[in-house]
């Protein structure tokens, strides 16, 4: 795999990440402008939980893809030089800021802030 497709898949991650909060922020209004009716009230919340699960995974997704070259690139550091962990380390927690981000996605959607 050269390295031009290997950047590309971690670039498409957020995108689709970013994709995918946007259409349902802009969906999450018009599903509570028709939630008046009671016959659609139990689609309109089953509608939001799909899309905080989506969110959510999305995150998870991408924090793994994330973290499985920084791991691995890691590990070979810590192998040559033991003195690099922090470093290391300090890279490797990084993208789990995109789990954090789908959570609080997840949770705000669920709750019906926005």
Same mark, same amino acid.
């Not at 689709?16 to 309109?44: I, R, Y």
């Given at each position: 795999? /050269?390295?031009? %497709?290997?950047? %590309?898949?971690?670039?498409?991650?957020?995108?689709?990440?970013?994709?995918?909060? &946007?259409?349902?922020?802009?969906?999450?209004?018009?599903?509570?402008?028709?939630?008046? =009716?009671?016959?659609?009230?139990?689609? /309109?919340? %089953?509608?939001?939980?799909? *899309?905080?699960?989506?969110?959510? *995974?999305?995150?998870?997704?991408?924090?793994?893809?994330?973290?499985?070259?920084?791991?691995?690139?890691?590990?070979?550091?810590? =192998?040559? #030089?033991?003195? #690099?962990?922090?470093?290391?380390?300090?890279?490797?927690?990084?993208?789990?800021? &995109?789990?954090?981000?789908?959570?609080?996605?997840?949770?705000i959607l669920?709750?019906?802030?926005?």
């Open positions: 795999m /050269n390295r031009s %497709s290997r950047y %590309s898949k971690l670039f498409m991650i957020p995108i689709v990440f970013g994709a995918a909060m &946007l259409v349902f922020t802009f969906l999450t209004p018009q599903v509570f402008a028709q939630e008046h =009716a009671t016959a659609d009230a139990g689609l /309109n919340k %089953s509608l939001l939980a799909i *899309a905080a699960a989506i969110a959510i *995974a999305a995150g998870l997704i991408g924090t793994g893809i994330a973290q499985q070259g920084i791991g691995a690139a890691g590990m070979g550091i810590i =192998a040559e #030089k033991p003195e #690099k962990f922090g470093q290391v380390l300090f890279f490797f927690v990084i993208p789990e800021t &995109l789990w954090i981000i789908g959570f609080v996605l997840g949770i669920l709750l019906g802030i926005l």
